[in-house]
């Protein structure tokens, strides 16, 4: 009975913080990684790399589930979720996020020194990013700058050092326009309920039609990062046949953001993740 209990406890918590949404950052991070090592990285700094990203990519949902608890609970597409139904309270949320920053904190200051120095920086960005839909619909770009330190930790994780980070400026680039796109792809969901509700988005202050637009145009200038990504650091011929490969998914995206935004949204940007990343491995 008290394992059972411990098991649904787990699954609770697991998804309250969408665990399995890990699968878009942890491709960029290892993706810095490599780009920085031109090689596998050993199963050490794999490991330290891995805990990191979980602790950092739990602390960052559990935050925004706490600051959108009311928000979520008026919203007929996320009133079901944990905090609004009662199946958690703020206190569990708590503790939650406070093993998932010891995780996150322990995990850096084992890779580097200036891991852990800087490991605040993206805790403030996760922390910030929530309240900006309250006030601009530019809030999409918040979410992108937060995530496009993924690429960012993966390279210092393996250089320990900030010298020739600008190195990595196409990647970070790719990584702060493709999330910001498909971030506001998935604001189209809750766009009648934004106006509602006096939040600001994209959608909300273009309708969805045109914010549909600017996503394809950030994602049509994310992959022409990624073709400088390859033409400066990659080069090999198989790097190219991943690019060809991420261009159609991306195609495939817009194509379907409209009438399927859940699916252009999740599966297919989880699948883009890992093709970026198969890209720089097999071109370093």
């Known amino acids: 009975m008290a394992l059972a209990l411990t098991e649904n406890r787990f699954k609770v918590y697991a998804s309250f913080v969408k665990l399995e949404h890990t699968i878009f950052s942890l491709p960029l991070i290892f993706a810095g990684t490599l780009l920085n090592l031109h090689r596998r990285p050993s199963p050490r700094l794999a490991g330290l790399i891995l805990l990191a990203a979980v602790g950092a990519r739990t602390l960052a949902m559990g935050l925004n589930r ?63 990013y929530p309240y900006l839909k309250r006030f601009t619909s530019f809030a999409h770009f918040g979410l992108g700058l937060a995530w496009s330190m993924a690429p960012v930790g993966g ?65 049509g200038l994310a992959f022409l990062c990624l073709t400088e990504l390859w033409r400066n650091r990659l080069t090999s011929l198989s790097a190219l046949l991943w690019m060809a490969a991420i261009g159609m998914l991306l195609v495939l995206e817009h194509l379907s953001a409209e009438r399927y935004p859940e699916f252009s949204f999740f599966q297919i940007n989880a699948i883009i993740g890992f093709m970026v990343l198969g890209a720089v491995y097999t071109g370093v």
């Open 155 to 219: 390279w210092l994780a393996a250089s320990h050092s900030l010298v020739r980070i600008g190195k990595m400026w196409w990647l970070w680039l790719f990584a702060l326009l493709w999330v910001t796109g498909f971030d506001i792809i998935y604001a189209t969901m809750d766009e009648a309920f934004d106006r509602r509700a006096g939040l600001h988005s994209l959608p909300v202050a273009l309708g969805r039609r045109k914010a549909l637009m600017v996503a394809a145009l950030l994602h």
């Open 66 to 128: 706490l600051i959108d608890a009311e928000i979520d609970a008026r919203n007929p597409r996320t009133r079901r979720r944990e905090l609004p139904r009662g199946l958690m309270q703020r206190s569990e949320a708590w503790a939650v996020i406070g093993v998932a920053g010891l995780l996150y904190i322990a995990s850096a200051a084992a890779i580097s020194p200036i891991c852990l120095a800087l490991s605040p920086i993206p805790v403030l960005l996760f922390a910030i």
